[in-house]
Structures are given as C-alpha cells and as structure tokens.
C-alpha cells in the first residue's frame, strides 16, 4: 500500500530565507508524487509533480523537490520565502496506473517578516 | 483552465436533516472525487466515481452516499446529517494519462 508521512506538522521560517518541507514515501510500486498548496480557506492546488523522469522537478512560485529512491523521500523547497507561502502544504503519492491519491496529514507553513 | 465548482462554500444544517453537496466539473474528466479535510488529518477519501453511474468507496464511506448521473457532476449525500461530520468538503476531478487532480474551493458544513 501506499503512504506518505510528513515530518513536520508545522513550519517557521524568516521571509526571505529557505523553505524545507519534508515528505517520506512508501510504495511497493514506482509512485507518482505530487505536492499540493492550500491558501486559506482555498482549495487545493497542484505545486508540481513527479512522475518518473527527471528526478529535480520545479513547480510554480519557485518551488522545487527532488525525487530520492534511494531515502524514500520527496522533500519541498523553495530558496526564499515569501510572505505569500504562508498556506498548507500536502505531499501526495499515487501508485501508478491508478486514479486515487494518498494525502499526507499536511504541513502548515508560518512565515514571519 | 479547469473549473470544479461546488454549490455552497459555507452549509449549516441540523441534526438528521438530509444533506446534498454538489459538484460540477467542466474539462469532460472521468474520474471525480469527494474527500473530506479535518485538522491534523489531511484528506480522506470518501467515495470516487471513475462513470457515470459507477461509484467506489474510499476510506471513509460509512453515513455517506454519492450519485453520478451525468459526467460533470457528482453529488455527496448525507442521508441524516449527524455532528460528527461537521468537516470541509473538497471535491475533485481527474483524467488519464496524468491522474492530477483539481480541487474545487471545498464547501465548510457545520451540522449542529
């Protein structure tokens, strides 16, 4: 089975400095990853995904996570906050060839001036 | 640009009152989706559809039903609403070959 599990439930960093938003998966399949954003009272949408070609992959507003087979991991990053990443932050798997997704508990992200 | 939309953002019913939440999709995805959010727990899946008329339940199905009658829409029903589904409601949509899923703005429904 599929399943994924953030480290930390919650999140503070300066603005301006760099973002680390830590996901371990488990699948006994070659996954698809995904990571979800949720703005305050917003839905969820899609930062980027993996989906087993290039093990860097870059989403939208300057994020990016590296895909790591080898540590089970899929960790967010961005190099420098910005005040408007404030939000919650979901690491998703998907066992290929099907259509359900495994949310993680969610990270929730505070960014101070 | 896909739009799921859903009919209410905010609901508060009482106790034992039938309750509907509905969805709609505009980008013809086949597979749509309801989950419910609560804090500390992430999404939970509580029916899919991959038809129309075809429905699977998810992870937490139990005091939940759903209908598909026509491919845009999906309707989560609550056949007697009790307070321990007071939740946000999120639903979803999704097609082949990427499976990537959009999120409409979830409806927040208070039962008390």
């Known amino acids: 089975a599929q399943s994924v599990t953030q480290l930390d439930s919650h999140v503070s960093v300066s603005e301006g400095t760099p973002v680390l938003l830590r996901c371990n998966y488990s699948?006994?399949?070659?996954?698809?990853l995904f990571w979800y954003v949720q703005h305050p009272n917003k839905g969820l949408q899609l930062l980027l995904k993996y989906t087993s070609a290039a093990t860097l992959v870059k989403g939208i507003n300057g994020f990016e996570a590296e895909f790591k087979k080898s540590e089970t991991s899929f960790h967010l990053t961005k190099p420098s906050a910005h005040m408007s990443d404030a939000a919650e932050y979901f690491c998703v798997v998907r066992r290929s060839g099907f259509q359900k997704l495994v949310f993680g508990t969610g990270t929730r992200l505070l960014v101070s001036p | 640009d896909v739009k799921v939309t859903q009919s209410s953002r905010y609901l508060v019913k009482r106790t034992g009152e039938k309750v509907f939440l509905e969805c709609v999709q505009d980008?013809?995805?086949?597979?749509m989706f309801w989950y419910r959010q609560d804090p500390g727990l992430g999404l939970r899946l509580i029916y899919f559809?991959?038809?129309?008329?075809?429905?699977e339940k998810g992870d937490i199905p139990e005091g939940y039903s759903v209908s598909r009658e026509k491919k845009e829409r999906f309707s989560l029903i609550l056949e007697s609403a009790s307070t321990n589904q007071t939740s946000m409601y999120l639903c979803a949509s999704s097609s082949p070959p990427t499976y990537e899923q959009y999120f409409g703005p979830g409806t927040r429904l208070t039962v008390t």
């Open positions: 559809s991959y038809d129309v008329k075809m429905k």
């Open positions: 699948s006994s399949y070659s996954p698809s």
């Open positions: 980008m013809d995805h086949e597979n």
